[in-house]
């Protein structure tokens, strides 16, 4: 058991460029959670994927944003044409079952110049 | 909708105090409840978990007890040290099995 995974552990960028994420999750987890933690506040649910489909969306998700699960083991989460707001850490989490507690990986922080 | 309501922080006591941390819920069904940790610099960690009313979840001397008729899960230790400075998370798990978390409350314990 390695753990979740995330890179890079810190990206910063120029407002209006694309950034992508990725998380590895502990291997056979088959679901596979990303959430958004501003400072000072708790994670926000994001998305979230069993195997390779994606099952649920947050409203926090606008268009600009999308997750791949492809083959149903790592995943990416792609912020296009980034804006200010978009500045935040982001949480990458797996599980193996149905309400089995959720391993959490260290992040990847986001800076928007 | 769910919800998670915490008490705010932070939370300043001295080594071997007692350690009460305050966690509500709203929620249609019945949720389960866990509390996390995150020390500086790392990713959430799973403290302790309960999945029906009445469960207590514990470790490492900390203890909650899900309690549905006053829909709280507070956290809590007899006697709190300095290692366990961090911020602290309470969250519960819908029928999708998505966490709704708490603001968290940051715990610091001075020697």
């Known amino acids: 058991d390695t753990g979740v995974s995330q890179n890079p552990r810190h990206k910063i960028t120029k407002r209006g460029q694309n950034v992508t994420f990725r998380c590895d999750p502990i291997s056979e987890h088959n679901r596979l959670y990303w959430y958004r933690q501003t400072l000072g506040q708790g994670p926000e649910f994001l998305t979230y994927f069993q195997n390779e489909a994606q099952l649920e969306k947050s409203r926090l998700l606008s268009d600009r944003f999308s997750a791949e699960r492809p083959k149903g083991s790592f995943s990416t989460l792609e912020i296009q044409r980034t804006e200010q707001g978009d500045s935040a850490m982001y949480l990458c989490?797996?599980?193996?079952?149905?309400?089995?507690?959720?391993?959490f990986g260290d992040g990847t922080r986001l800076s928007i110049l | 909708g769910n919800s998670v309501t915490q008490m705010e922080g932070p939370v300043t006591l001295s080594e071997e105090a007692f350690l009460t941390i305050n966690c509500t819920y709203t929620?249609?069904?019945?949720?389960?409840l866990f509390w996390y940790v995150q020390y500086p610099g790392e990713g959430l960690q799973l403290l302790l978990k309960?999945?029906?009313?009445?469960d207590k979840g514990s470790n490492k001397g900390f203890e909650a007890t899900y309690r549905k008729e006053t829909t709280s899960f507070h956290l809590e230790k007899g006697s709190v040290q300095v290692s366990d400075s961090a911020v602290y998370f309470c969250?519960?798990?819908?029928?999708?099995?998505?966490?709704?978390f708490g603001t968290g409350t940051r715990l610091k314990v001075l020697a």
């Open positions: 309960a999945t029906k009313a009445d």
């Open positions: 929620a249609t069904g019945y949720p389960s």
């Open positions: 969250a519960l798990s819908d029928s999708t099995y998505k966490y709704i």
């Open positions: 989490a797996s599980s193996s079952l149905d309400g089995a507690p959720q391993h």
